[in-house]
């Protein structure tokens, strides 16, 4: 048969000719899955059902009317196409070859049969076009097979899949349309299944819906359906929830489908047997496909029959690499720098590459392909938090680093530390992890001990080490010589010879620096709380230690803004250079920047901010982010609205040091609350002292 294949033929390959429905259900029928047999009419058919009867410019000019996916317009010109469709007639071969695969099904009578569209656009991993096209159940007989093939076809035309289309901007040009035609199952029960939870995301957890009847009730949302969570692949039933389930829809013994209203909640549509026995047919199933599935099934008899099956579009994607199937915890790290968009892949490589060779503080060689901190997903960098919450210390300090970093991350690892998965095997840890521990934390400790007693020494040193690195890359960069692929691939070999030979050091004094800020301002939250024991004065005292942070000095984005605005007060100064940029628009006046053609007051203040801050923007721990240097389209925009301000006091050198003095009679107000406890006066010294090592510090963050 040039137009029909049986749906035992298909394969994953076959998306082009059958659709995702018919070959999906081909994969799950060569898997050995119970799935009614049945053929495919291929889309082949469509095409040529449309060229037949001259469809195309019609359907053309008729999309050619909808300016935007508004639903008048949608559903006018989705009736006036499927309208075409109906009228037009089916080339005889192509209904001929209908005809004998259906009597092939039953050649002793007329077989019911379920008819689904299998769109070639349909149940794809990256979008979700589930439920646009029609299908039609219990349909008895080769004539009104045929009909409702062209209705199928026609439903390619819905005013929700041409929005959906417009929407994602799917083209209509090279749309196609196969039919799955499969022997009806009279369900008693019926219902979907997905292998992974689509609320929470685990996979471990299979959610089963169930009604009594035809699973269209279900997919309709006519009616409420029992809930069931089995927990995978313990199978272990964990909640079981009674739907209303007040409506059915039967098979009627001529063809197609009839409701009936009843009360049915009372009753569990599927023993706990059979919610057990359908997971493990879930599981089977989903082996066979690269991502979790959502399933439709059907129970006769007895028997459970899977009919469908697609991607779990809505699930976030998991690392790759973590075949075992035992819990895992991962964190974002992109939330915690508060940075929600995708990291570009030159960014996420190169976290991977310092994180690799940062591990050199812990005794560990590994190179950015096989280290185990930092995977990818979604875009997104993710930490693996599991070899922490599965030793016994680590899930200890787990709180305390949590509230300093991000505390939403506590809340959370507080709802999973107690799974099987992740119970320590053993008290303590092993020597060499205390050896690897040892390592790194006793340097770390002791650079936190010298900055606390000589901040602003170390301070300066620290970030005197960094400028040298800098420094040093700028240099190499300098010196490349050659063509562009040349160049491109030397530059790719600097950044992992320069990490693999400073990163470790540096890394260390820096992460010292921000641990000693951070710790010392943490200090005083916990002299606070136990300190004092009144409710409202802790809550004063509470809001007085994030005064402390105001008006921070030695931080770098403070004095980009103090540079920028001693920037915006030259200008000023300068009337045309004043009129040039209050006058234009930020990406005007980046291009012109560019051609330079600014005035030269512009051009060399610009050019100076740019030789200090050029390496900032937007998400810039991403490393393959724009920078300010290639587009200073945010400079210009902060020095434009600068250039706005004539009230001085609201200007940013006021606003600092307004905030700085602020901060500083904090200090002095909290050491006065915590000096009226008991042994008050050593408390309030440490407050100052505290204090003033998180202001000399913080900022290095």
Not at 178 to 190: G, K, L
Not at 240 to 269: C, P
Not at 558 to 563: I, R, S
Request: aromatic share 8%.
């Amino acid at each position: 048969m040039r137009w029909i294949r049986n749906l035992s033929e298909l394969t994953n390959t076959d998306l082009p000719l059958a659709g995702g429905k018919a070959a999906n259900l081909g994969v799950l029928i060569r898997g050995g899955m119970p799935v009614p047999p049945g053929f495919c009419i291929l889309t082949d058919s469509y095409g040529e059902f449309v060229r037949r009867n001259e469809l195309q410019q019609e359907i053309g000019s008729t999309l050619a009317t909808i300016g935007r996916a508004e639903p008048g317009p949608l559903e006018a010109a989705a009736e006036k196409i499927r309208a075409l469709f109906i009228r037009c007639r089916m080339p005889p071969e192509i209904a001929e070859e209908i005809r004998a695969a259906y009597r092939a099904l039953d050649p002793a009578a007329d077989t019911a049969v379920a008819v689904r569209s299998s769109a070639t656009a349909e149940d794809l991993p990256e979008m979700s076009f589930a439920g646009q096209q029609e299908t039609f159940l219990n349909i008895i007989g080769a004539d009104p097979l045929l009909e409702k093939v062209v209705e199928c076809w026609a439903s390619l035309w819905t005013a929700r899949a041409i929005g959906y289309r417009m929407r994602n901007a799917v083209p209509a040009e090279g749309l196609a349309l196969a039919v799955a035609v499969q022997r009806m199952i009279p369900s008693e029960v019926s219902g979907v299944l997905f292998t992974a939870n689509p609320l929470s995301g685990s996979r471990r957890e299979t959610v089963i819906d169930a009604t009594f009847g035809l699973g269209e009730a279900l997919v309709a949302g006519k009616v409420e359906p029992d809930h069931y969570v089995v927990r995978m692949p313990e199978e272990r039933i964990l909640s079981t929830t009674l739907g209303g389930k007040a409506f059915q829809i039967r098979g009627r013994e001529g063809g197609g489908t009839e409701g009936i209203q009843g009360n049915w909640k009372s009753r569990q549509a599927l023993s706990d047997e059979q919610i057990l026995e359908l997971a493990r047919l879930g599981a089977r199933a989903c082996a066979l496909f690269p991502d979790p599935q959502d399933i439709e099934w059907a129970l006769a008899d007895g028997k459970f029959h899977i009919v469908q099956s697609r991607p779990i579009t809505s699930l976030f994607p998991v690392p790759e690499g973590l075949a075992d199937g035992k819990l895992k915890v991962f964190f974002s790290f992109a939330a915690v720098q508060g940075m929600q968009d995708p990291m570009t892949p030159l960014g996420r490589d190169s976290l991977k590459m310092i994180v690799s060779a940062a591990a050199k503080l812990f005794g560990v060689r590994n190179t950015a392909a096989d280290q185990t901190v930092f995977y990818a997903a979604g875009e997104r960098i993710w930490m693996n938090f599991t070899p922490i919450l599965s030793n016994s210390i680590g899930r200890r300090i787990v709180p305390y680093v949590t509230a300093m970093v991000e505390p939403t991350i506590g809340q959370a690892l507080e709802q999973i530390k107690d799974e099987s998965d992740l119970a320590p095997g053993r008290a303590g840890i092993s020597l060499g992890a205390f050896f690897r521990l040892a390592r790194f934390l006793f340097p770390l400790g002791s650079n936190i001990l010298r900055n606390m007693i000589s901040p602003r020494t170390r301070r300066e040193a620290i970030v005197a080490d960094g400028e040298r690195l800098l420094a040093e890359m700028e240099t190499q960069c300098a010196a490349i010589r050659g063509d562009r692929f040349q160049r491109l691939d030397k530059v790719i070999r600097l950044l992992p010879d320069l990490a693999e030979g400073n990163l470790p050091h540096t890394f260390l004094r820096f992460v010292s620096g921000v641990a000693a800020g951070m710790s010392s301002w943490n200090a005083l939250n916990m002299i606070a709380g136990k300190a004092i024991e009144d409710p409202a004065e802790r809550a004063q005292a509470q809001d007085l230690i994030l005064q402390v942070t105001r008006g921070m000095p030695y931080n770098p984005t403070t004095e980009m803004d103090l540079a920028l605005w001693e920037m915006a007060k030259a200008i000023r100064r300068d009337p045309p250079s004043r009129a040039a940029v209050q006058g234009g628009q930020a990406g005007e006046l980046a291009r012109s920047y560019r051609a330079g053609e600014l005035p030269a007051p512009v051009l060399r203040a610009v050019e100076r901010f740019l030789g200090i801050y050029g390496g900032r923007g937007f998400g810039e721990i991403d490393l393959g982010r724009t920078r300010w240097a290639e587009d200073p389209t945010h400079v210009f925009e902060m020095l434009i609205n600068f250039l706005q301000i004539e009230d001085e006091d609201k200007a940013p050198d006021a606003v600092f040091t307004r905030s700085a003095a602020s901060a500083e009679e904090s200090v002095g107000r909290l050491a006065a609350m915590v000096g009226n406890s008991r042994g008050g006066w050593i408390k309030a010294r440490l407050v100052r002292f505290f204090a003033g090592r998180a202001r000399q510090l913080m900022g290095a963050r």
